[in-house]
Structures are given as C-alpha cells and as structure tokens.
C-alpha cells in the first residue's frame, strides 16, 4: 500500500469517517526466509461498504477472502532456495467497483550444501585376476545447480580412480518426477591384476560441483584365478590309411572369462610340430589370439599322408598365465599303395663278367625308398639309388634282369618286363706257367711243381703232361705223378685254362730222373728190376730165358 493511500485510510478510521476508496496493504510479509523455512504472508483491506481480497503468489492465486469494512488475509508457506517470490494483493470495493494494489518480495535463502547420492546398478559379482572389474550406475543431487562432478571408485577403502560419466540420466530423473540435469549415469571397467585372490570391497563416493560427497553402492566381489579347461573333441585313436582327412576340433572353457589362447597341435611322425614350421603353408595351425571369453572352439580338417604315427593335442592359456594340454591322440597312417613298376632297364659296362643295371625312379603316394633287383629270378640285393652293379659273371653268358620298387610301408610293386644283358666272351688265356720242379722224387714218383699263371679274368685250372701224355688236371700249382719206371728221365710240361676256357701254351719242359733201387725184383726171376730195363725186357715178366739172362749178367762179367 502506498503511504499516502495508508495514512488517508488511518485518519478516516480514527475519526470515524467513511473512507470514498477501497485500500489494501501487506499487514505481514518477512523480507526473506530460510530454504524451505515456514514463513506466514498476510494482506488487509478496507472498504466502509464491504470488499474483495485476493493475494497472488508468483502469478498463481495464494490466498482470498471477502467482508465489510476491515478485512485481512494470510498464510503461511514455504519456499526452496535460492530465489525470490513476488506477492501481490489485490482490493476489489463493492460500492465502487475500484481496485487496490499493493506489491511485496521475500527473498528465498539458497539451502546448505547437500550431499549426492548415488545408486549401483550392476557390478560383477567375480571377476579373473587379470581381468577387469564392471559396474555402472547412476548419481544425483537434489540442488538446482549443483551438479554431480565425479564418481571415485574405492577398492579395498583405497580410491583407484573415477568412473567415467556419461551424461544425464531422464530415465532415472523422470522417475523421480524432475526434469533437471542432475542425474548423471557412470560405469568403469578396472583392471585388477594388482589385487590377490580372494574378497575385496567396492565402494563409490559421487561429488557435487559444491565440493560435498557421500559414498554409496558398497559391496564386495571376487578376485578369481581358475586354469581353463581344454577337451580335444575329435579325432579319437585309430589307424587309418594315408591320404585320410580328419576333422580337428577342440573346446576351451575358462570360469575367469579370459582365455588368451587356444591352438590345435598337430605331430609329424618325424617328430616336427606344426607350431616348429615343420608344416607347409595353408595346413592348420590353429592359434593366436581368441580374445578374452570364457569359450572358445578351434576347428580344422587335416589330410595324413605320411605313413606313421602322429600325434594330435589341443593347447590353451589364458591371461592369468595357466597353460594347459588336451590328452594326446595317436593317429597311426598306414600305406596300401606300391609305387609304380621300374620302366627303362638299360645296361652298361658290360665286361666279360659285370655290367652295370640302370632303370628309370618309380613314383608312390608316399615316397619310394628303394629298389630290389632280381637276375634270374635271383635277387641281387637291394639300393637306394636307380642303378647296381653286376659282377661275378661268367663271360659269354645272358642274364634276364629285373627290377621292383618299395616303398615305407613296405609295399612293392610288381617286378619290372625283364631285360637280357649278355657279358662280352673271353678271349684271353693265362700265362704260361713257369718255375717248374720236381720234389719227394723216388723210384717210381715225383710230385711237380710250379708257379701260378696269371688271366685277365682268373685263372680255373692245370693241365699235367709227361712226356706229351696228358696227366690229368688240377685247381692248385702241383701234382704227384706215380706208376714211374726207376732211373727213368720223364719230360714234364703244364699248361694253364680260364674259365671260358682259354688255355696257355704249354711250358718249357722239366726233365725229371726217378731214383734206382737195386733191390727191387719185381718177377722175382733173380735178375733186378734195373738191369731188366737195361736190357730192354720186362721186370715184371718172372722166368726169362737162360740165354736173356746169361746175356744180361755176361753185361756185368769182368773182362
């Protein structure tokens, strides 16, 4: 109410006048008030003839009322902070129809800093000790203006670092019937590999742009380490034949969520692991990196063809540092193919008693690893290599030769068309034999003896002969010849043969005289053996004629 409007309306009243207008003032109204604090606003009139009062608070309708003469209106109420309120009363005369007016302000103190608070939506429950830790939630603050500014994370009471905040919340702030921008979403994801196994605590603490905190959301999760686990799923033990394919699979679970690693190990019967380069480009060596997951498979298709035993396995780690092998599986390859039959038998070097066998390299699934080779259906030994030689042969004589292929397992093939190979003939003959002499030389024998002959070849033989009569034969450089007159000169020769044969000449000739024994008598007719040849009749005719026999003995008379 103006002052002028309130000092007309007081002396009117004192001295009992009517007043001509309608008057209204603000009777009670505090200048200011505590956030949310009761304070009481009231308004009085005046109007002789009776009037209307309506109080407005911030434009909306507070309080009213109406009566004749002296009238007041009031409330208490109350008020957030920090603002202003603006009130307004308003006198309506009855006789006139006028208004009044009359304005206050009451100014709102802001409230103390109120703490935020916050919520934990989700946190997991457990988690690997090299793995990280989630939660995330929401945080607030009732204070217009007084936003939340970050959420610490307190682990084991010891703050490790703020989660991030993501911005306003309007589902969680339409909840709780607001529309401001206080309601702030947060989440981390925390390593933990610091932490030992066992229980730990977690608790948030949200601040406000004002400087004040509360904690909130605590509870406790566990630091796990557990070893993953790993299942070779197929293939199982068996024996199979090459060229076979198998499908590889395996299966590794880890309860900590963080495998690393998971591989397919593959054996060579040869000893080479696939994960050693020991296997060519494109062939599965399954590994690397899978990720941090609680499952992982590992799949491949894999073709045996070495002949042998392999060995298949699965391998896995994680994170926390555990390694583990699946069981081991043998997988034994075995070959039913031969290798192709040798083709392009040639000889070469052919001697009289070698040549050299050649042949063209079969071809297998596998591998070729040798050959056998057969003369007359003979075998002749075994090699490596597409050739052999042939030796101890007789010259001018043919030989079918064949050849067979094997491989590891051990297959063979069939035996190659066979090929004749003639050794050249043998032209040469020994040496002369030389260095002929007689010894043990009695009366009616001697044994003969000479020097070995030479050949290209060899030497098989000695042909005897006594005075140019043949004596037989013999492998060895002597003879003993028998049946010999006493005092007789023999002409002894020896030839040499090979085995085409070829014969030497016959060698100088050696004289060889038996021994004389006087007391031999072979027909016991008294005349001796020595004096019979002599006189040129026979020892071994007894009873000769007296004229022979005086004729001999008168031989021996002295003159």
Not at 12 to 18: C, E, S
Not at 527 to 541: F, R
Request: aromatic content about 10%.
């Amino acid at each position: 109410m103006k002052p002028r409007t309130f000092i007309a309306t007081a002396l009117a009243l004192l001295v009992g006048l009517p007043l001509l207008a309608v008057s209204v003032w603000f009777s009670s109204v505090p200048s200011s008030a505590d956030h949310n604090g009761s304070y009481y606003v009231e308004a009085t009139g005046y109007d002789s003839y009776g009037l209307d009062i309506y109080v407005w608070k911030n434009s909306s309708y507070f309080v009213g009322n109406s009566n004749y003469g002296l009238l007041s209106v009031g409330g208490w109420t109350s008020d957030s902070g920090p603002q202003t309120v603006e009130y307004i009363a308003e006198g309506y005369g009855w006789q006139w129809g006028d208004d009044a007016w009359d304005y206050a302000y009451v100014s709102i103190n802001a409230p103390p800093n109120q703490a935020p608070f916050g919520v934990r939506d989700y946190h997991h429950p457990s988690v690997s000790q090299n793995g990280n830790l989630h939660a995330s939630g929401w945080a607030t603050d009732n204070e217009m203006g007084a936003p939340v500014t970050r959420v610490d994370i307190l682990i084991d009471g010891n703050d490790v670092g703020d989660a991030n905040l993501n911005g306003y919340r309007p589902d969680v702030a339409n909840a709780y019937g607001r529309s401001d921008f206080t309601y702030s979403g947060w989440a981390f994801d925390y390593g933990v590999g610091w932490l030992s196994t066992g229980t730990h605590s977690l608790e948030l603490r949200a601040w406000d742009s004002q400087g004040a905190s509360a904690a909130f959301g605590y509870t406790t999760f566990e630091v796990t380490n557990h070893s993953p686990g790993i299942t070779l799923l197929s293939p199982s033990a068996q024996t199979i034949g090459s060229g076979t394919t198998l499908s590889i699979s395996s299966t590794a679970t880890d309860a900590d969520g963080n495998l690393t690693h998971h591989n397919l190990d593959i054996q060579k019967p040869d000893g080479s692991w696939n994960w050693y380069g020991g296997f060519a480009y494109g062939e599965p060596y399954m590994g690397g990196p899978v990720g941090s997951a609680a499952n992982s498979t590992r799949t491949a298709n894999f073709t045996f063809d070495i002949p042998g035993t392999w060995y298949v396995r699965s391998w896995v780690n994680d994170a926390n540092g555990n390694n583990l092998h699946s069981a081991t599986v043998a997988i034994t390859i075995t070959d039913t193919t031969p290798p192709s039959v040798p083709t392009g038998l040639v000889s070469s070097n052919v001697t009289d008693t070698s040549f050299t066998l050649s042949w063209s390299a079969s071809t297998d699934n596998v591998g070729v690893t040798g050959y056998e080779v057969f003369r007359g259906g003979v075998s002749q030994g075994t090699t490596a290599s597409t050739s052999m030689s042939i030796t101890g042969l007789s010259p001018g004589t043919t030989h079918p030769m064949t050849v067979r292929a094997r491989d590891a397992a051990p297959n063979w093939s069939a035996q190659s068309a066979a090929l004749n190979v003639t050794t050249t003939a043998d032209t040469t003959a020994p040496s002369v034999p030389t260095g002929l002499s007689s010894t043990s030389v009695t009366s009616g024998s001697f044994t003969l003896n000479w020097s070995a002959s030479t050949d290209n070849i060899a030497v098989t033989g000695y042909e005897v002969f006594k005075g140019g009569v043949s004596c037989g034969t013999t492998a060895s450089t002597s003879m003993n010849i028998t049946g010999l007159l006493q005092n007789t000169t023999y002409a002894m020769t020896v030839r040499a043969r090979d085995a085409a044969p070829n014969w030497s000449a016959q060698s100088s000739a050696l004289n060889v005289t038996t021994a004389v024994n006087p007391a031999t008598d072979t027909d016991s007719d008294g005349v001796p053996d020595y004096i019979e040849q002599q006189m040129g009749t026979s020892p071994a005719v007894a009873r000769q004629s007296d004229t022979a026999n005086t004729a001999a003995l008168k031989i021996h008379k002295p003159n």
